[in-house]
């Protein structure tokens, strides 16, 4: 019998789809835009005033929302209409209310590692309403024992939540799906970390491979295999 | 010599004014629309549509800026120009990066504090992002122990503080200008609250006043008297 490990679950994509509602909207708002140019011309300028936005606006629906009016009002030239963009504003609305369903295998892997008697924590970066939100909404909330929504994780993000939870660093194992977010800054600090890959990624959340080289750290095409790393 | 206390401060106009920055924003949008109607009818639509938004999109600039460009769609019946929604976006990004300069004596009341050996913390809701950057822009970060930032400042929330930060209800104090977040809940948990009156007031943060009928709290007229009520 191991002793109880601190085990933090990464939210969106990790524990329920996300970037696929995204790209749907995303998708939409390209057919709104489509007169202003190609597809792929359309997505550089939304992900250009994304990036633009980010230290300022952070991630999630909102600045998400906001980048895709700026976007919209700069390939029109400002002939946007006021309808389109109230369009726009609905659409990122449902991004902050749609059914929140966990994937398959989370509720049986949560409800296994509580019953070994470990500590789970959600640890999510983004808005803070919106995330607990989506706890909320998943049903997940009573299997965890903490939600932590941050502005960044980067490895001063993870010392300081060891030293918050009163964790060793023996204790802690991070599992997620942004191998930017969940597993890079972890695995350089030496911690454990579970990468379940999903197979839709955002274009900010890309790693160049060559950072991983010599990094340790587990992946997992199913989140059950957790359970067969954590005891 | 009194026991070590676990005091927090509310942010925003209690360490630093905001509420006037987001008024000089709301007096610029009413010129940005004023050929829609009276300033009152404005002020009474943009009023509307921000408490239609405040379940979904929480606390701040990110959704006062999305409830503005709203309003001025619906007030134009859609006829607002691309231009006119740069502007309201441009006139939002400056609610997220204007310099934040310390109310006249709280540095000396934060630094005489922690002199004193009490743990200080920020206690804000809103966007967390937005409350970090407020806090790093201030230089007041140094002063405190902790930065918690939460969707709401109900009974709830302070009863999980007080676990969170392993304080006794006798440890306990808030200190803060708003009556509706900062204090009722308090009061109502026999906690001890502390009042500091800002000039400015949002509307959504007023209280009837019979709801404080009975309620045991303090009222300073100065930050800095909070260092005689506290040890």
């Not at 029109?76 to 966990?102: F, H, S």
């Not at 994780?153 to 799906?177: D, H, I, Q, S, W």
């Not at 900010?204 to 950072?211: C, G």
């Not at 991983?212 to 989140?223: I, S």
């Amino acid at each position: 019998m191991s002793a109880a490990h601190l085990i933090a679950f990464d939210a969106d994509d990790t524990l329920w789809s996300n970037q696929p509602h995204f790209d749907q909207v995303e998708a939409r708002l390209l057919e709104i835009i489509a007169h202003c140019g190609e597809p792929a011309h359309l997505t550089e300028q939304l992900n250009a005033v994304q990036r633009r936005n980010m230290q300022l606006f952070g991630y999630g629906a909102k600045p998400f929302m906001l980048s895709m009016i700026e976007t919209a009002i700069q390939l029109t030239d400002g002939a946007v209409t006021g309808k389109d963009i109230q369009q726009i504003i609905d659409m990122g609305k449902e991004l902050l209310r749609y059914p929140i369903e966990p994937l398959p295998g989370v509720v049986e892997v949560l409800t296994e590692l509580r019953r070994r008697g470990h500590r789970l924590l959600v640890l999510t970066k983004g808005d803070l309403l919106d995330q607990e939100s989506k706890v909320a909404r998943s049903g997940l909330g009573d299997l965890f024992d903490h939600v932590e929504v941050v502005s960044e994780k980067n490895e001063a993000t993870y010392r300081r939540l060891l030293t918050r939870y009163n964790a060793t660093p023996e204790e802690f194992v991070m599992v997620g799906n942004s191998l930017k977010s969940d597993i890079l800054p972890v695995a350089r600090l030496g911690l454990r970390a579970v990468h379940v890959p999903y197979h839709a990624n955002w274009i900010f959340e890309h790693v160049d491979p060559a950072q991983l080289a010599g990094l340790d750290f587990h992946t997992v095409q199913d989140v059950r295999q957790v359970l067969t790393l954590v005891n």
